[in-house]
């Protein structure tokens, strides 16, 4: 049994994530957490399915806060404070010792500013920076009073947290590190990548408000695109939740493309992949990540793209190209996402061009750029987190 165990035989830690993502992060953080406390470890908190199978009971169904866009959260205002207010009592009530937040800023750190004011001597760690970088960075040196310690999933975000004087930052890695073998293609994936007819892969979105922002875009772009190129193998992969939705959606494509669904198909299409149009987002890091080309659009309502337009202060949207430092991709927002655009510039990808080779030589470095060391995410996470308690308890 780890060192950890022994020395402290009963641990409480509260964790909140209220998205799909946070949920398989708060589940790889435990199994790393129990692995170095051991089995007397309690978790308390907030998340979805995937930490409920890692014995956690959630105070609420995570599905209640899958709201997108501007006018359904202002609808569902009253629920959110409620569940805000509720979480923050859950937290003083339990006593843990830490508490681990993780992304869904907008819920999660209003819970962390209402426990810090109730309880000062609670140590407090967030999993997953919000993008201080990006628009309002004020929000940095705000989180100084109430997060102890940021753990960043992307290597440039602790220096920004420097620059921006905000808490404590240590990149941990990110969570796609852990899969980047089952990305990659082997000896005969590769030669289907290279053979004909090339496969393109159409990722529209995991949420019913990107799909339908995207996918008719995205099937017209493939119709124009296959006036120059007749065959393609168009590939979808999407989750079983929308499956009839993307189906339907589907019946106005000039050609469908075939729809694979889970993960394992996604992955085996990912390896296969000549190139891809992709909804900008963290998608594109994992494509990058499988050495996959790609065109990257995005529109999203008229409301949060006047928003979008005022406060984001970076040169790209594209997740893949802030983590290269250089962008490499393409992207194609609002009025340019449009298929007059987004065809010519798949065309281009597809082929031997200029462009596609700029792209592969700049994924050839994130492995360097994105490196952890021998230790997973998870296990890093743990570490400070374990870390973060030790203090607590030195201080009091």
């Not at 905000?166 to 990548?193: K, S």
């Not at 493939?222 to 992969?237: A, H, K, R, W």
């Not at 050839?364 to 750029?369: E, P």
């Not at 994105?370 to 400070?384: K, L, N």
Request: proline share 7%; glycine share 6%; with cysteine.
């Amino acid at each position: 049994m780890p060192d950890e165990a022994s020395a402290n035989p009963s641990r409480k830690i509260f964790l909140i994530a209220t998205e799909e993502s946070g949920d398989r992060l708060g589940s790889s953080l435990m199994k790393a957490l129990r692995r170095r406390l051991g089995c007397s470890v309690r978790f308390e908190g907030v998340g979805g399915q995937t930490m409920a199978r890692e014995g956690l009971v959630s105070l609420f169904p995570i599905e209640e806060l899958s709201i997108m866009g501007f006018t359904a959260v202002v609808k569902q205002l009253p629920m959110i404070l409620r569940r805000i207010r509720g979480t923050a009592d859950a937290v003083i009530a339990a006593a843990p010792d830490v508490l681990v937040i993780i992304d869904s800023p907008d819920f999660t750190h209003r819970v962390a500013r209402r426990v810090r004011a109730r309880c000062r001597g609670l140590p407090i760690v967030d999993y997953v920076s919000p993008s201080v970088w990006a628009w309002r960075s004020g929000r940095a040196r705000a989180m100084r009073g109430y997060v102890d310690h940021v753990l960043a999933l992307l290597p440039f975000e602790p220096e920004a947290y420097r620059r921006l004087e905000g808490p404590p930052c240590t990149y941990v890695g990110h969570p796609l590190l852990e899969q980047v073998g089952v990305l990659r293609p082997d000896a005969l994936e590769r030669q289907r990548r290279d053979s004909a007819p090339p496969t393109l892969l159409v990722l529209p979105g995991s949420r019913r408000s990107e799909i339908r922002h995207h996918l008719s875009v995205f099937g017209e772009a493939i119709g124009v695109l296959q006036q120059s190129i007749p065959e393609i193998d168009v590939v979808l992969p999407t989750t079983p939740h929308l499956v009839d939705e993307i189906t339907t959606a589907l019946a106005t494509w000039p050609r469908r493309p075939r729809v694979v669904v889970g993960e394992d198909d996604k992955r085996a299409a990912f390896r296969v992949a000549r190139a891809a149009l992709a909804k900008s987002g963290t998608v594109t890091l994992e494509l990058a990540l499988a050495g996959v080309p790609m065109v990257a659009a995005y529109k999203a309502g008229s409301v949060e793209a006047w928003i979008a337009r005022r406060v984001i202060r970076v040169s790209s949207v594209i997740l893949a190209n802030l983590v290269m430092r250089e962008n490499v991709i393409p992207e194609f927002l609002q009025e340019d996402c449009v298929p007059g655009k987004l065809a010519p510039a798949l065309q281009e990808i597809l082929t031997d061009s200029p462009m596609r080779r700029r792209q592969l030589k700049a994924f050839a470095r994130l492995d360097t750029i994105m490196a952890t060391g021998q230790r997973s995410p998870s296990e890093r996470a743990a570490d400070i987190v374990i870390e973060v308690m030790r203090e607590s308890r030195r201080r009091t």
